[in-house]
């Protein structure tokens, strides 16, 4: 698999797959159109990856992702650790919206605040924008609380010394849904990005400034 | 004869107190010795006064002089014509930069004349302590390219990021919409007067097409005020709005006067008349003809009313028409801030599916307090179901779930809402068809007291059956009496019903009746 960025191909042959690097993958095909991301996403399937299989489902029409969507969502691991919330709200919440009849919108965001002690767990992050641009915003109530986790964790990004790429995600994320002031956050996030260590979380935020950059 | 306000232009005079929205008899009106012809309304507005001026208005009903009235116009600062601000009137030549400035350019205290044509123009923005008059025959056409359309963001959050800024709003949240064809925000002593027309054009656009479909931002009002004081509408029509009618919110002392407002039947969500979160309004002498409720009165969803707890209170409507649309005089269903003090009298409904219809659910909230809403002197005609009350509405995403349609006592915690007092006074109606009244409470907050005195229902012989409350178990029914379910006190005075079937009143889990 050959990237545009050494770093980003080194990363996508040599790890093993992960939920990140599916995410990743789906962030950085919605944002560039390259085809070499989709087929990272449909060869590295995972039926427990919820969001993989929404995007796979939506990609290629697929009604097998559709009927591996229903399964997991009848038994959707329980959330007792940020990475886990990452992996299952912004899925349910999406599946919620789509095909659940938006009956959960409550339950989702009380378990964003329920683990709110979590709220710069780079996971806990991640999972609020992607959860966030899930939700239907109509139901505002529900919404808001997790547009207002999000200016939280962007208000304590803002004050540290040095980011990092969830950091920079959160924030450019967060600006561009139009939950945070991008003349503050967004430039802060800017300023990071060329001097953030690489790690697993690199590829989000790679995507995410692609999109600003678009 | 009473005058019920003046400008230094017009003058809105209450001919008739007893009748309804038409005067119980035609009156030939004369001012200062001119001949205005006949008029058949108890509200009527007269229009082409001179400022700072005394006018004796006389009345003759047969030929006698019935009553006269004096009164004094205001003065005025000047008069600014759009046409010399480049506007064409011609229909076609996009007239909104015109209109726009001429209205920033208005002296305290001055008038902004738009004299006969038709003007296209996208939204335009209301200034403080002015008036906008668009004469008889003159149109104001609204764009219909959403494009050219501003946006007013639903939240922006404060600079300290303590607070929040509101502009836009949908269906009591606070979420982008366009502006509205007429558009006030923290606007205070503004007058729109005049018998011309305001026109949403929404039938030549998209906004009625797959209108669920957020197409940039939701659809705009034909009149919209935010955060305003001191607004009158005097005379004129708005027609065709892309969806609801007339829309202030946050608001207070509005006076909308002989306005009129029209949509056809079938167009979505054109609701005519919502004050949202709105105090001291008199609505008189206006007609509704509408795709939904004539008047819907509101005070957000439960971000809003938990957030603001700003209830909708004070509220006149008097001589007035309610033609067509769902509902006559609905209070809800977004009324998370509470809806109280709402007097209803001297109208005329016609061929409404409802009269008065409250709609509140189990998560509305604590500060969702229905009071005091008052329907006293009504004729209702072919209105379906005159009074329907419904604590489990279900037209919400969750609304079949159980917690909203349960039917087993829940706790009472803080997204319970209240439903207290609702009083029908010398209602009168005539070719009803599914019941007189639908009532249903939450068990455990019954509705606290419901009063029928001095009123007289009649039933069509070919009454078709309807389901009178969008709750889950309630049935389509026709020529059925009253029917109430949790309430704790009903107190029935000299009530009538004709051309029902079986029992007048069936009433289940209702803790005190009195029936005179």
Redesign the interface.
């Known amino acids: 698999m050959q990237t545009k960025n050494a770093r980003l191909t080194a990363y996508l042959n040599e790890e093993e797959p992960s939920e990140i690097k599916r995410r990743g993958c789906i962030a950085l095909y919605q944002s560039t159109g390259d085809k070499i991301y989709l087929e990272y996403v449909l060869n590295h399937m995972d039926k427990s990856s919820g969001m993989s299989l929404l995007f796979a489902w939506g990609e290629t029409g697929d009604e097998a992702y559709r009927k591996a969507m229903d399964a997991l969502m009848e038994h959707l691991p329980e959330v007792t650790d940020a990475k886990t919330l990452y992996q299952v709200a912004p899925f349910h919440a999406a599946y919620d919206v789509r095909f659940g009849g938006r009956k959960d919108a409550r339950r989702i965001a009380e378990l964003f605040q329920r683990m709110q002690d979590r709220l710069t767990d780079p996971w806990y992050m991640l999972a609020l924008v992607d959860c966030i641009e899930q939700m239907d915003i109509q139901l505002y109530e529900h919404y808001r609380v997790l547009a207002d986790l999000i200016l939280k964790a962007g208000q304590t990004i803002w004050r540290k010394n040095a980011l990092n790429a969830a950091d920079c995600c959160l924030l450019m994320k967060g600006a561009r849904l139009g939950l945070l002031d991008p003349e503050k956050y967004l430039t802060r996030a800017l300023e990071s990005f060329p001097s953030l260590e690489w790690d697993a979380f690199c590829p989000l935020a790679l995507a995410e400034q692609r999109r600003i950059n678009a | 004869m009473k005058c019920l306000y003046t400008s230094a232009r017009s003058c809105t005079v209450l001919l008739d107190p007893q009748g309804d929205y038409e005067a119980r008899s035609v009156r030939r009106l004369v001012l200062n010795g001119r001949e205005l012809g006949e008029e058949n309304r108890s509200v009527c507005s007269l229009f082409d006064l001179w400022p700072d001026t005394d006018y004796t208005l006389t009345g003759f009903i047969n030929g006698e002089a019935e009553e006269t009235l004096t009164f004094h116009t205001d003065v005025e600062a000047c008069t600014l014509n759009v046409r010399r601000f480049g506007a064409k009137g011609d229909g076609e030549h996009d007239d909104t930069p015109a209109l726009q400035a001429a209205i920033l350019c208005c002296p305290d205290g001055g008038r902004v004349l738009v004299p006969a044509g038709t003007y296209r123009t996208g939204p335009i923005f209301l200034k403080s302590h002015m008036t906008l008059e668009l004469q008889k025959d003159a149109t104001l056409a609204l764009m219909t390219d959403r494009a050219k359309f501003p946006i007013l963001p639903g939240m922006t959050?404060t600079t300290d990021?303590q607070g929040e800024y509101l502009l836009g709003t949908?269906?009591g949240?606070?979420?982008d919409c366009f502006a509205g064809a007429l558009t006030g925000i923290g606007v205070k002593d503004v007058r729109i007067i005049g018998q011309g027309v305001v026109d949403g054009c929404a039938q030549l656009g998209d906004w009625w097409q797959n209108h669920k479909v957020i197409k940039g931002a939701f659809r705009g009002r034909i009149f919209y005020l935010r955060d305003c004081e001191d607004v009158t509408v005097q005379g004129i029509t708005f027609r065709n709005s892309p969806s609801w009618n007339l829309h202030p919110c946050f608001s207070r002392k509005l006076r909308f006067l002989n306005v009129r407002v029209e949509a056809p039947y079938h167009s979505p969500n054109t609701d005519g008349f919502d004050p949202e979160s709105c105090q001291d309004i008199r609505m008189l002498g206006t007609v509704f003809s509408v795709g939904d409720d004539c008047i819907a009165i509101k005070s957000g969803?439960?971000?809003m009313g938990?957030k603001y707890h700003t209830p909708c209170e004070n509220i006149e409507i008097a001589w007035c028409a309610m033609l067509n649309g769902h509902g006559g005089v609905t209070v809800g269903s977004e009324m998370a801030g509470g809806v109280r003090h709402v007097w209803v009298h001297h109208c005329l409904m016609r061929g409404n599916d409802r009269g008065l219809r409250v709609k509140t659910r189990r998560g509305r909230g604590k500060y969702a307090v229905v009071d005091d809403i008052r329907f006293e002197d009504i004729r209702m005609e072919g209105v379906k179901a005159p009074l329907v009350v419904n604590a489990m509405y279900y037209c919400d995403?969750?609304g079949h779930?159980p917690y909203v349609q349960s039917r087993e006592k829940q706790p009472v915690d803080d997204t319970t809402p209240t439903i207290g007092t609702v009083c029908f006074e010398r209602v009168r109606a005539e070719d009803c068809q599914a019941c007189v009244g639908y009532v249903l409470g939450l068990p455990e907050k019954p509705v606290e007291q419901l009063v029928l005195r001095d009123c007289d229902f009649a039933f069509s012989e070919d009454a078709q059956p309807m389901e009178p409350a969008m709750a889950e178990g309630v049935d389509a029914c026709s020529r059925r009496g009253l029917i109430v379910q949790y309430a704790d006190r009903l107190i029935l005075d000299n009530v009538r019903m004709r051309g029902i079937e079986g029992k007048p009143l069936d009433a289940v889990s209702v803790n005190q009746i009195e029936n005179h």
């Open positions: 959050r990021e949908w269906e949240n606070p979420l969803k439960i971000y938990q995403p969750d779930t």
